[in-house]
Structures are given as structure tokens and as C-alpha cells.
């Protein structure tokens, strides 16, 4: 089962700002590892080094609430990076994608290091328009951005890999691509597609 929600818009007046584009690669780099190492949450949502609770005695409606705040200080913890309301649409598509009434009792909610390779990913193509959200049953989130009949969908694994689905229409003729490539991998791959189509036109 593949959960999908509808991708969103952003306009002009919600550009990001240069100040927050990174001039420090390696202090980048170590900020990004120390805020996506793994962390336990409790029920108030701040970390502690307690045992998380095994996924056969823990309610679906607990898993999910365990995911959604995890994924929240993830992305709180590079929030420096993240425009004030693009990060706060951003929560409010996680809390979306997130609800209980979306999922079955055997999916698996959003795992740590499927949400870190998605981190990685937006830090790294610092997209203008937020990408819709989905989730596969393994718990894989997805990200994906639509302009018209054009559409890129991609899948994030843990380990810093991603699958990607290109749909394109070029000159009136439709292209599809895909693969299995590692994160570092996404701009070149791309390339041809003229990504900042997703990425950066907010008309």
C-alpha cells in the first residue's frame, strides 16, 4: 500500500532568502550527522535513552505518534536551514500523512533512516516548492512534485539511497526514467529533466 497525499504550492513571496543557502559545506555536513543520529523519544516527545516499545505490544496509534515526533526534532534540529513557513507547512503535511485513519494496523510507520535520507535529499536540492508526501507500507517515505502532465516521484531508503520515477513530456513527447541510485547521485541523474521545474517554479 502506498499512502499519498497532495503536493503543495508555494508562492513567489515565499522564495528562500540567500541567508539561508549554506556557505560552510563541512559545517554543514556535521551539522546534518549530529541532528539525524538516532534518537528515542518519549510520550512528551523529548528525547531520552529509554527502550522503544516493541512493535507488537505498542498500539499503531502509539508507532505513529513515536514516528511524527521523531521526525519533527529531526527536522527542527537543521531548522536554521528551513524557511520559518516552510518548515511549519512541512509539519503540517507530516501530521497529514501521519494519521491514524490513513494506515493499517501492519504498516510500518515512517522509519528513522527513511526520514534522514529525506532530510538529506531536500538539504541537498533545496527545493522552493515542498514536495507532496506518501509512505509505502514499509515504512519508506516518499516525496514527490507535479507541475501539470510532469511528475518526479521518489522513494527514500535508508542508507542514503533513493529510487526515482521521472515522468516528463518533452517537445509533446512523454520520457519516463527511473533507478536505484545512491542520494549523491540525484542532481547528475536529473539533470536532463530540468528539475528546477519541481523545484523552483512557484508560478
Not at 513571496?13 to 549530529?34: C, F, R
Not at 535529499?121 to 514536495?131: A, E, G
Not at 502532465?149 to 522513494?155: A, C, F, G, P
Amino acid at each position: 500500500m502506498i499512502l499519498q497525499l497532495a503536493s503543495s504550492r508555494v508562492s513567489p513571496s515565499e522564495l528562500y532568502d540567500q541567508s539561508y543557502v549554506i556557505q560552510d559545506p563541512q559545517k554543514l555536513a556535521e551539522t546534518i550527522k549530529q541532528a539525524l543520529s538516532p534518537l528515542k523519544l518519549n510520550k512528551t516527545g523529548a528525547g531520552d535513552h529509554t527502550q522503544q516499545v516493541p512493535r507488537d505490544i505498542a498500539s499503531l496509534e502509539d508507532r505513529l505518534f513515536e514516528a511524527r515526533a521523531s521526525c519533527k526534532i529531526k527536522t527542527a534540529a537543521v531548522a536554521m536551514y528551513l524557511p520559518s513557513e516552510w518548515r511549519s507547512r512541512f509539519f503540517s503535511q507530516l501530521d497529514d500523512l501521519m494519521d491514524a485513519e490513513n494506515w493499517e494496523d501492519d504498516d510500518t510507520p515512517i522509519t528513522e533512516a527513511s526520514f534522514a535520507t529525506l532530510l538529506r535529499m531536500l538539504l541537498l536540492i533545496w527545493p522552493v516548492r515542498r514536495p507532496g508526501l506518501g509512505a509505502t507500507s514499509e515504512g519508506h517515505i516518499i516525496a514527490t512534485w507535479s507541475i501539470e502532465k510532469d511528475r518526479l516521484t521518489i522513494e527514500c531508503l535508508p542508507g542514503d539511497r533513493i529510487r526515482w520515477v521521472v515522468n516528463k513530456y518533452i517537445e509533446g513527447n512523454r520520457e519516463s526514467a527511473a533507478g536505484d541510485i545512491p542520494l549523491t547521485r540525484l542532481n547528475a541523474v536529473l539533470a536532463p529533466y530540468d528539475p528546477e521545474c519541481w523545484f523552483v517554479d512557484a508560478s
